[in-house]
């Protein structure tokens, strides 16, 4: 059993920055891959990004790729995700989220423990 919890949601103008950080209680979190959704209002989750248990290897979704970077502090049971040059269409609620498979790391289903998510807005 694995409980996430989300930080660091808020509001930014557009070309601004933000750090989500997802914090893990439970044992084993250097077992899990740790990934970032997103969903906006009447959409669907959408993946962002994951990483591997060891830190070793990062997965992004295209729209995202350059601007947001993972990693993960296994000593400290933390996983974060660095937002820079955001947009507007970056706005949605984010959640960290944990699964112990390592295909299909971007298909929500994949995963078996969510954070409760935290919101980002970034305004124009």
């Known amino acids: 059993q694995v409980q996430l919890v989300e930080a660091g949601g808020g509001l930014v103008q557009a070309g601004g920055s933000l750090r989500l950080s997802c914090a893990a209680s439970?044992?084993?979190?250097?077992?899990?891959?740790m990934g970032w959704f997103r969903q906006a209002p009447g959409k669907e989750r959408d993946f962002v990004a994951c990483?591997?248990?060891?830190?070793?290897?990062?997965w992004y979704a295209e729209s995202v790729k350059g601007r947001f970077t993972i990693s993960r502090d296994n000593a400290k049971n933390t996983v974060s995700l660095q937002m820079n040059s955001l947009k507007p269409e970056d706005t949605a609620v984010y959640y960290c989220?944990?699964?112990?498979?390592?295909?299909?790391?971007?298909?929500?289903?994949?995963?078996?423990?969510w954070g409760q998510g935290t919101q980002v807005t970034v305004s124009s």
């Open positions: 989220a944990a699964t112990t498979l390592a295909a299909t790391v971007q298909r929500p289903t994949t995963y078996d423990y």
């Open positions: 990483i591997s248990a060891n830190g070793v290897m990062t």
């Open positions: 439970g044992r084993s979190f250097r077992s899990y891959v």
